[in-house]
C-alpha cells in the first residue's frame, strides 16, 4: 500500500540547517510527484516546494534561498533541506504524494527550532 | 499566486444540521480540492476535482462550485466531522492552501 514516512530530528538550533527524508513505499518516485508542506503549531497549511516525477523541482518563492529538494530514486528517498533556520520555521513538516490533489500524506515530522 | 478565502474561520453545527463552507479564489480556477485535518494528524484528501469524494468518505458530504467559488457541504452533521478542513489549487503555481475552516460540534 502506499505509504510515506518523513524522518528528521525534532530539534535544531537557531541559524542551523534542518535535514529531513520522506522514504515512500507502494509507488515509484519517477510516476508521481513528491510534494512538501509544513504547518506551523496551531497554523494552516503552507507549502514549500516539491520534487517533480522527472526529476526536476519547484519551490516557494518564501524559501527559494533557502530551501533544496533532492532525491535518490533507487532508495525511494526525498529529501529536504532548509538551512538558516529561525524560530518561526517550527513546524510540522510533512511529505505528500501528489498526481492532482495530494492524495497521500506521511505523519509529518515536528521540528522545534531552538535558541 | 492564486489567493484561496475560506470562511468561516470557525463554526459549531448541531447534530443533523446542514453545514457549508466556502472558498473563494482571487482568479478563476479549474478544480478545487479539500482535506480535512483532525487535531495533531496529517491532513486527508477528502474531495477531489470539485466535487469527487475521496475513497471512504461518507455520501454526507457534497462539493460544488466553479471559476473563484466554490463550497463543501455536510448535508447532516455528524460528531466525527468535527475537524479542520482546508481548500487548496493545485493547477496554477505555486498550489496554494485556504487558511481553513475549524468545525466543531455543538
Known amino acids: 500500500q502506499v505509504q510515506l514516512t518523513e524522518t528528521g530530528p525534532d530539534l535544531v538550533q537557531l541559524t542551523q540547517t534542518l535535514s529531513i527524508t520522506c522514504t515512500v513505499s507502494?509507488?515509484?518516485?519517477?510516476?508521481?510527484?513528491i510534494q512538501w508542506v509544513r504547518q506551523p503549531p496551531g497554523k494552516g497549511l503552507e507549502w514549500m516546494g516539491a520534487m517533480w516525477s522527472g526529476g526536476g523541482t519547484a519551490y516557494n518563492s518564501a524559501f527559494t534561498s533557502r530551501l533544496r529538494i533532492s532525491r535518490d530514486t533507487s532508495k525511494s528517498q526525498v529529501f529536504l533541506k532548509m538551512n538558516s533556520l529561525q524560530t518561526d520555521d517550527s513546524a510540522k513538516y510533512f511529505c505528500?504524494?501528489?498526481?492532482?490533489?495530494?492524495?497521500?500524506w506521511g505523519q509529518g515530522v515536528v521540528v522545534t527550532v531552538s535558541s | 499566486e492564486i489567493v484561496l478565502t475560506q470562511s468561516p474561520t470557525t463554526m459549531a453545527a448541531s447534530p443533523g444540521e446542514k453545514v457549508t463552507i466556502t472558498c473563494r479564489a482571487s482568479s478563476s480556477i479549474h478544480f478545487m480540492y479539500w482535506y480535512q485535518q483532525m487535531s495533531d494528524a496529517s491532513p486527508k484528501l477528502w474531495i477531489h476535482?470539485?466535487?469527487k469524494l475521496a475513497s471512504g468518505v461518507p455520501d454526507r458530504f457534497s462539493g460544488s462550485g466553479s471559476g473563484t467559488s466554490y463550497s463543501l457541504t455536510i448535508n447532516t452533521m455528524e460528531a466525527e466531522d468535527a475537524a479542520t478542513y482546508y481548500c487548496?489549487?493545485?493547477?496554477?503555481?505555486?498550489?496554494?492552501f485556504g487558511s481553513g475552516t475549524k468545525l466543531e460540534i455543538k
Open positions: 505528500a504524494r501528489h498526481w492532482g490533489p495530494f492524495d497521500y
Open positions: 476535482d470539485t466535487s
Open positions: 507502494g509507488f515509484s518516485l519517477t510516476s508521481y510527484n
Open positions: 487548496q489549487q493545485c493547477c496554477n503555481n505555486p498550489p496554494t
